[in-house]
């Protein structure tokens, strides 16, 4: 019924910025939360933000100030805006869509029901 397509990333230098999408459909984006998780290998999957109209954005500690989550409501879209990158940054992102709360930085995966298939964000010299 819902269906996540992430786009947006790529490799970069630190410093740099790439901006993710995330497009959704089958239930209109104001019914949502989007959350954004990244996971790098041998790691497990860490929520970085969390957005919803009714909530708006949270974002973990360590990219705040880096990274600004927006919502295009007239495209069902989503972005995620990554500056100042750290190779620490590196991961493969995914989008994320739960009905819960967007009420707090930390952005747990278990409030989410619908998963993108991921987009490989790589931040090295």
């Known amino acids: 019924q819902l269906q996540l397509v992430e786009s947006g990333g790529g490799s970069v230098q630190p410093g740099g910025s790439l901006r993710l999408s995330c497009a959704t459909s089958?239930?209109?984006?104001?019914?949502?939360?989007i959350g954004w998780f990244r996971q790098a290998p041998g790691k497990g999957r860490e929520g970085v933000s969390c957005?919803?109209?009714?909530?708006?954005?949270r974002h973990i500690e360590s990219v705040k100030g880096r990274f600004t989550a927006s919502l295009d409501k007239g495209k069902n879209l989503v972005h995620l805006q990554m500056n100042s990158l750290k190779p620490e940054d590196t991961g493969v992102y995914y989008c994320?869509?739960?009905?819960?709360?967007?009420?707090?930085?930390?952005?747990?995966?278990?409030?989410?029901?619908?998963w993108g298939q991921g987009t490989q964000v790589t931040v090295s010299s």
């Open positions: 089958g239930i209109p984006v104001n019914d949502l939360i």
């Open positions: 957005i919803s109209a009714r909530d708006g954005s």
């Open positions: 994320a869509a739960g009905f819960e709360e967007c009420t707090s930085d930390y952005v747990d995966k278990d409030d989410y029901d619908y």
